[in-house]
């Protein structure tokens, strides 16, 4: 008598109860974790297949002139593995709660009384029971300027009064300051914009509104500029991200650069080293330079050597444009391949950034691992909630492949809380404790072998990722950076693109001074109302970030101070 097979939902419900941890065989027990993970395999390369089976079938639907499948997100929970690790990279803490009216501004006071014919005849005054109520006042204050005019029949000219700094184009700061800071503050559109003004009464056309908006940024362009360069020399390491934009239909990307006193928005056609150098160097157009750094970083990019003989004869020590280094290459080595040529490029253009002396160069990128943030700077410091995420998006089949995993990430954010102490105090046993804890809990295999691998690449990364052992005061993840980016996806996804190069430079220009203004603690609203009217009551952003830095240098010890001031 045949035995009958086992069926699907037989053999899963076997498989979940198989640890080779138990099986005491060696050979057996290697047998096993082979097979295991063989399924695991297996069932990846299913649910691949069966994502691009759906994507194929939905592109042939639309070729068809139907619909392909909707792409809606599943919002029930469990139904979507959750990526985020928010809530295991925080550090619990009492919750105390403040008073959230202990800092409001009091505009006016009111007295209310009593009904005197209510009360008792022997009721006694006790004074007066404190209750504060925020409301706000939205009406126009339409001005007519009487301009005094005097004509000269002796010079022939006639002198007219000018009206008030800001009122210009027949709109006062107040309303200037108000529509700038919905639409890059509060991510209004353009054309709610107007309804809102039309309700309380204010008449503005759309195209005056669009110029206000977009053509308006050449008087905050030198703000950000020193804003940028500001930020960059009050720390020795920034945040760097990148995130998707829309130029005309084209795409582009958006960098951030940050630290806890600014943000900066930087746009560029492509997301590639080379951009990102112009964007370390507040510049489209960088330029070049052979020396001794340039030859060091062709080696580490495993260069030939017989073009980099070639290249030493060229013209050293002196700095080209890029059309003039183009030229340069394409005289004398004009037989280069395009990627050799690349790397090139970017050797010499890497190499001028850390010798020029136009801008503070960055020494610490905290950042993610994508391959165009290498070799930037001195040194990079890698992301562990980036980091984290390759191993949730690991999704095993195997019941002990599951309890592995979830072990692995209750230690992986064990030891991360640890490196949070060890940088409020940080001594030299404790780092040595923390290498050797570093390569216990990544170098040490566990018989799941997409764990087992994931864990091999980040071992290959110990030195980004343990830079905060030599430098505690570098944060562990970048976020701030990935913030600062889903804010710019929030503002796309409203707008959806720009459609200028104008107006590309107005959004980075205008999202940055919101996001610097909000860490240095200053309303936009008023900061932008200070700038149109020019009552210089608010100074500049890049004088705040240079105070504010030298106040926390001052609140450091001598050592701190040091270490902070060498990277």
Same mark, same amino acid.
């Not at 830079?467 to 929030?490: G, I, K, W, Y």
């Not at 203004?517 to 936009?524: A, E, H, M, V, W």
């Given at each position: ?92 803490? /009492?919750?105390?709660? /403040? ?17 005197? /014919?209510? @009360? ?212 004398? $080595? ?84 640890? $490196? ?36 091999? $690449? ?6 980004? @990722? ?16 990935? @913030? ?48 149109? /009217? ?16 030298? $106040? ?16």
């Amino acid at each position: 008598m045949t035995q009958k097979p086992f069926s699907g939902k037989q053999v899963s419900a076997l498989l979940q109860t198989i640890d080779p941890k138990e099986i005491v065989d060696n050979a057996v027990r290697q047998t096993v974790e082979l097979l295991l993970n063989l399924i695991e395999q297996l069932n990846s390369k299913v649910k691949d297949l069966e994502e691009e089976n759906q994507k194929l079938l939905s592109e042939n639907n639309r070729l068809k002139g139907e619909q392909g499948k909707p792409d809606i997100k599943p919002n029930l929970k469990g139904l979507k593995k959750d990526h985020s690790s928010e809530k295991e990279r925080k550090t619990p803490s /009492s919750h105390s709660k /403040s008073s959230k009216k202990a800092n409001l501004k009091i505009d006016r006071s009111e007295i209310l009384e009593y009904p005197p /014919s209510e @009360l008792p005849q022997d009721a006694q005054f006790k004074g007066y029971e404190e209750v504060i109520v925020q409301d706000i006042l939205l009406k126009t204050d339409n001005v007519l300027f009487r301009k005094q005019k005097y004509y000269s029949p002796q010079t022939g000219k006639t002198y007219l009064a000018e009206l008030p700094l800001g009122y210009d184009g027949e709109f006062g700061p107040g309303v200037k300051a108000l529509v700038m800071s919905l639409y890059y503050g509060g991510n209004m559109t353009q054309g709610k914009l107007l309804e809102l003004l039309e309700d309380i009464g204010i008449s503005m056309s759309a195209g005056y509104l669009s110029n206000l908006l977009i053509k308006n940024q050449s008087d905050f362009e030198t703000e950000f500029n020193e804003v940028y360069v500001s930020g960059l020399a009050s720390s020795p390491w920034q945040h760097l991200d990148q995130t998707g934009a829309r130029v005309k239909g084209v795409n582009h990307t958006t960098n951030v650069i940050c630290n806890p006193l600014y943000t900066v928005y930087y746009t560029t056609l492509r997301k590639d080293r080379l951009s990102v150098l112009g964007v370390l160097q507040n510049s489209q157009e960088i330029e070049f330079i052979l020396n001794l750094l340039t030859y060091e970083l062709l080696a580490s990019l495993n260069f030939p050597t017989k073009w980099t003989n070639r290249i030493k004869l060229l013209p050293q020590e002196t700095a080209f444009t890029c059309e003039q280094f183009n030229a340069l290459l394409d005289k004398h $080595l004009n037989k280069l391949g395009s990627q050799h040529r690349t790397r090139v490029l970017e050797a010499a253009a890497i190499a001028f950034y850390h010798q020029q002396s136009l801008i503070p160069v960055v020494q610490i990128l905290v950042c993610d691992d994508a391959p165009q943030f290498k070799l930037l700077t001195d040194h990079l410091a890698l992301c562990w909630v980036h980091e984290a995420r390759h191993y949730k998006k690991l999704n095993p089949f195997v019941a002990c492949h599951q309890q592995t995993l979830e072990k692995f990430l209750d230690d992986f954010w064990i030891y991360y809380r640890e $490196l949070l102490f060890f940088k409020d105090s940080p001594n030299q046993k404790r780092k040595l404790e923390l290498k050797s804890q570093f390569w216990e809990l990544f170098g040490t295999e566990t018989g799941y072998k997409q764990l087992d691998e994931r864990k091999r $690449l980040t071992a290959a990364k110990v030195s980004e @990722l343990l830079l905060v052992l030599e430098n505690p005061e570098l944060p562990l993840h970048n976020n701030p950076a990935e @913030l600062a980016a889903r804010t710019m996806v929030q503002r796309r996804n409203i707008s959806y693109a720009t459609q200028t190069s104008e107006g590309t430079k107005a959004w980075d220009i205008f999202m940055s001074l919101v996001a610097t203004t909000r860490k240095l603690g200053i309303s936009f609203f008023e900061y932008v109302r200070d700038r149109i /009217s020019q009552s210089g009551k608010i100074l500049s952003l890049g004088t705040i970030i240079r105070e504010k830095c030298f $106040l926390i240098l001052q609140a450091l010890s001598p050592q701190e101070e040091l270490l902070c001031m060498s990277g």
